[in-house]
C-alpha cells in the first residue's frame, strides 16, 4: 500500500503537469495574451501561468474513482443479480460472478472501443505502441534508434492495460470463492479489493521514477525528419 499511494502520488503531479500544459494551450490564453499586450503597464511579475488549482484535481480524482465504481463494479454486479433473477440457473454464487466478470469485461472493452474513435485519443493509443516498440528495442539490446524500434510490435506483455485484462479475468475466480451472498456484501468486497488492482500499476509508475532518476543515455536517430 505504501508502494502505491507513492505511484498515486507521482501520478497525481503527472497528471496535473499535463492538465497544466493543455490549460497553457487553450484559445483563452491567447486572448489573455493579446489583452497583456494591449496594456503594456502590467509588469512582468504580476504575469502567472495559468493552473488547476488543487482542489479541482482532487474533485476531478474522487468523481472519476466513483465513476470508475459505479461503472466496474456496481453496474456489472447489479445486471448480474438482475439477469440471476430473470433466470434461476444463474443465480448461484458461481454463476453470478462469472456473469458479472463477462459483463465488467465487455463494458471495458466497449469503453476502450468508443475512446478509440475519438481522433485524439487514439493517436495517444498510438504514442502507447510506440513505447513498446521502444521498450522491446532497449531490452533486445540493440542501439535505440527509429528504424531499430519499428522492427517490433506495438503489444508488450508487461503492458499494465493488457494486465487490467488479466487482473479482471483472476477476479472472476476469487470472487467466487468469498463466502458472501448478499449484494451489498459483494460491492463491499469488490470496493475493498481496488488496492490489490493497483500494485502491479504501482510498481509500474515506481519503474518510471528509477529510470527518470537514472536518466537512461537513450538516444534516438529521426534521420532527415
Known amino acids: 500500500l505504501g508502494t502505491l499511494g507513492q505511484a498515486m502520488t507521482l501520478g497525481y503531479k503527472a497528471l496535473k503537469f499535463s492538465a497544466n500544459a493543455a ?19 502590467t509588469s512582468a511579475e504580476q504575469k502567472k501561468p495559468l493552473e488547476i488549482s488543487n482542489w479541482m484535481m482532487t474533485g476531478n480524482l474522487i468523481f472519476s474513482l466513483g465513476f470508475f465504481i459505479f461503472l466496474y463494479k456496481f453496474v456489472p454486479l447489479f445486471l448480474a443479480t438482475q439477469l440471476g433473477k430473470a433466470v434461476p440457473s444463474l443465480s448461484g454464487r458461481f454463476a453470478t460472478n462469472m456473469t458479472d466478470g463477462v459483463i465488467r469485461m465487455a463494458i471495458f472493452l466497449t469503453f476502450l472501443f468508443l475512446l478509440s474513435l475519438m481522433k485524439d485519443i487514439r493517436r495517444v493509443f498510438e504514442y502507447h505502441g510506440a513505447e513498446h ?3 522491446f528495442n532497449y531490452e533486445s539490446g540493440k542501439p535505440v534508434t527509429v528504424e531499430n524500434a519499428q522492427k517490433f510490435v506495438t503489444f508488450h506483455p508487461r503492458c499494465g492495460t493488457s494486465f487490467l485484462l488479466v487482473v479482471m479475468m483472476v477476479s472472476i475466480a476469487v470472487y467466487a470463492l468469498i463466502p458472501v451472498d448478499t449484494f451489498w456484501a459483494k460491492m463491499l468486497v469488490r470496493v475493498l479489493a481496488l488496492p490489490e488492482g493497483n ?12 529510470l527518470e532518476d537514472r536518466r537512461l543515455p537513450v538516444e534516438l536517430d529521426y534521420g532527415d525528419e
Open 133 to 135: 516498440k521502444v521498450v
Open 199 to 210: 500494485v502491479r500499476k504501482a510498481d509500474q509508475w515506481s519503474l518510471f521514477e528509477v
Open 23 to 41: 490549460l497553457d494551450d487553450t484559445p483563452a490564453k491567447a486572448e489573455a495574451e493579446a489583452a497583456a499586450a494591449a496594456h503594456a503597464s
